[in-house]
């Protein structure tokens, strides 16, 4: 890895489905040590960090609405659980001697702050880890969406989305043993090609904001770092 840093500013996306390590619902108190450990070294490296996190491992609105809930009445739920998420996440990485802050797209003053935009910016110029809850706070709108948007107005360097791959694979690598990774690829390739890496909306909208993509298997240690470090053999890059 080079001596410094070569991004200054990240978002990281983390699915809710993340936290459940081998676990079929819930959060994995091993995951968040692990993801707090990591942030942590980022953080100690002079990276501003900010995160969204996503609802999955408790509540998918998507899902209940095709067996006939109100996907509207769903998606909020689902918002909910993003800040279920979000404050186990914020105790962990506290717990490592990180300032954190929760900020969500729905009004919950009592348990975090308001998403405000400039505010969140000051948070993270100051060195705090700011994760980002509720999704955008509309319906209909996915996790995704909302980190390529959060990525965008608070200026990041890189977006970066976890898996439990090393990047985007031409099918799935645990379903097609011939499958394999690209190492990088274009907005447009992705969003032709549908490689199912991010939802289409949050592709264009980072495409056409230049905002720059990698995807990495967030298991790996060290990987985020090295990934900041400038080491472009691990994940997917994708650019505009």
């Given at each position: 890895m080079s001596s410094s840093p070569v991004y200054q500013r990240i978002l990281l996306k983390l699915s809710g489905e993340a936290l459940m390590g081998d676990a079929n619902f819930g959060i994995a108190p091993q995951v968040m040590n692990f993801l707090a450990g990591e942030l942590k070294l980022v953080i100690d490296a002079g990276v501003q960090v900010a995160l969204v996190v996503g609802?999955?491992?408790?509540?998918?609105?998507?899902?209940?609405?095709?067996?006939?809930?109100?996907?509207?009445?769903?998606?909020?739920?689902?918002?909910?659980?993003?800040?279920?998420?979000a404050l186990a996440l914020?105790?962990?990485?506290?717990?490592?001697?990180?300032?954190v802050?929760?900020?969500?797209?729905?009004?919950?003053?009592?348990v975090c702050e308001d998403?405000?935009?400039?505010?969140?910016?000051?948070?993270l110029e100051?060195?705090?880890?700011?994760?980002?809850?509720?999704?955008?706070?509309?319906?209909?709108?996915?996790?995704?969406?909302?980190a390529a948007?959060?990525?965008?107005?608070?200026?990041?360097?890189?977006?970066?989305?976890?898996?439990?791959?090393?990047?985007?694979?031409?099918?799935?690598?645990?379903?097609?043993?011939?499958?394999?990774r690209y190492a990088e690829l274009t907005y447009?390739?992705?969003?032709?090609?549908?490689?199912?890496?991010?939802?289409?909306?949050?592709?264009?909208?980072?495409?056409?904001?230049r905002m720059k993509l990698c995807v990495y298997d967030m298991d790996r240690p060290g990987a985020l770092m090295r990934i900041l470090g400038g080491d472009t053999s691990i994940g997917t890059y994708v650019q505009a």
């Open positions: 609802g999955g491992n408790i509540f998918r609105g998507e899902g209940l609405a095709r067996a006939g809930m109100d996907r509207i009445t769903g998606d909020h739920m689902g918002m909910l659980a993003t800040v279920i998420n914020q105790d962990a990485v506290e717990r490592v001697g990180l300032e802050r929760v900020m969500s797209a729905l009004r919950i003053n009592q998403y405000i935009r400039r505010r969140a910016v000051r948070h100051k060195g705090r880890v700011v994760i980002f809850a509720s999704g955008t706070g509309n319906p209909f709108f996915t996790t995704d969406s909302a948007l959060r990525a965008v107005e608070v200026g990041a360097d890189l977006l970066l989305k976890a898996t439990k791959v090393d990047g985007i694979y031409t099918a799935d690598p645990k379903k097609d043993a011939t499958a394999t447009d390739q992705a969003i032709d090609g549908r490689l199912g890496v991010m939802d289409q909306t949050a592709l264009v909208l980072a495409r056409d904001h």
